[in-house]
């Protein structure tokens, strides 16, 4: 009777070593991971027991993915436990939007739209296990730099996060519009957005689902995993840089590792049971941080924007 989570993005950095920290609390893992022969290589160089976990395919970028994914997994019959949604793409040097087969600007269709997809199409089966009274729990990871209640979120590179008034996805969100708020593309910031998308998404879970079912729904930030594949995009004297600038001044730098258990702690651990938090250890971090409910912006709590986000949002991807 092990405990069943299927975590997106388990093939490199906060992902890979949550699902490390999950194995090692018994659970068993679904990983749903956009490149299985890439899992598969991971899973064999971090010595993860064969018998606990299971590579399925999952592009989040593609909606017809996310749906061929859920399919595969409520006909396996299994009871979900908890998902995590941590799997994110930053691509902070496009000159020009990408776009996902469904026409979207790719790093809002990966990050929001695929995982606000998922967690509708999961959530079923997560109040099923809640009614059962057992463990469930939807969690998804945030970040500081979409939180401008913190320092972190108010840095102008290339600008911070904003959202507007959904303008750009109330107009249909397909070219030429980029941005959630409609105005020029910036790549870095479209990373941004869609951050602050998975917070406010997880506001209005709480407000529609956690009352009435039971369900545990939170978002985190672990800390700056400074070294994680996320900034495989960015200019080579950045990544060099970067790491040591977190370790040294900001002081906001966390291992992978650490960073990893700590999104375990919250997927998995019985003093995570409070619903509708963000999570942080803070930004000037060591191994001795204790967790605590980090505030979100005033914007991030409104709760005409997250209804309004959830709405758009389920017109745009084909859902009531
Ligand atoms: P990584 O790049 O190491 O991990 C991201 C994962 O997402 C990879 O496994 C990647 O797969 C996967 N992914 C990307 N695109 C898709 C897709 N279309 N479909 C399925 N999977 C996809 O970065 P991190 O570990 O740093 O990031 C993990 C999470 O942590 C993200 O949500 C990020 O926003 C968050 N975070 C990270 C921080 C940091 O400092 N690093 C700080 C705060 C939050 P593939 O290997 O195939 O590309």
């Given at each position: 009777?092990?405990?069943?989570a299927i975590i997106t993005g388990s093939s490199s950095g906060v992902g890979l070593y949550a699902a490390k920290a999950l194995l090692a609390?018994?659970w068993r893992l679904i990983l749903a991971v956009r490149d299985p022969q890439k899992m598969e290589l991971a899973a064999k160089a971090h010595q993860f027991d064969s018998s606990q976990y299971e590579i399925w395919q999952l ?27 941590n ?142 594949a ?26 992978q590792?650490?960073?990893g258990?700590?999104?375990a ?56």
């Open positions: 009777n092990q405990p069943l609390r018994k592009d989040l970028g593609n909606l017809d993915s996310v749906r061929a994914f859920v399919k595969r997994f409520n006909d396996s019959g299994q009871k979900l436990n908890a998902l995590l949604c799997a994110a793409t930053y691509l902070p040097l496009l000159k020009e939007p990408a776009r996902s087969p469904q026409g979207f600007e790719i790093s809002v269709a990966t990050n929001y739209f695929g995982h606000y997809v998922l967690s509708r199409m999961l959530l079923e089966n997560l109040i099923q296990t809640a009614k059962a009274h057992e463990h469930a729990r939807l969690i998804t990871l945030g970040t500081v730099t979409a939180n401008s209640e913190e320092f972190g979120g108010k840095v102008p590179i290339p600008a911070p996060a904003d959202i507007g008034a959904l303008e750009g996805l109330m107009a249909g969100f397909k070219a030429p519009i980029a941005m959630i708020n409609g105005k020029p593309f910036k790549p870095g910031k479209a990373y941004k957005d869609s951050k602050l998308c998975n917070m406010v998404m997880n506001r209005e879970l709480q407000k529609r689902y956690h009352a009435s079912t039971g369900v545990i729904f939170n978002t985190l930030y672990p800390g700056c995993v400074a070294e994680t996320l900034f495989r995009d960015t200019p080579p004297l950045f990544q060099k840089i970067f790491p040591w600038f977190q370790k040294n001044i900001t002081k906001g730098y966390v291992s590792e650490l960073a258990d700590r999104v702690q919250v997927v998995a651990d019985p003093h995570f049971t409070q619903s509708g938090v963000h999570w942080s250890w803070g930004n000037r971090n060591s191994a001795i941080r204790e967790p605590f409910a980090q505030e979100l912006s005033m914007k991030a709590k409104s709760e005409k924007l997250s209804k309004d986000l959830w709405e758009i949002t389920a017109k745009l991807v084909g859902m009531p």
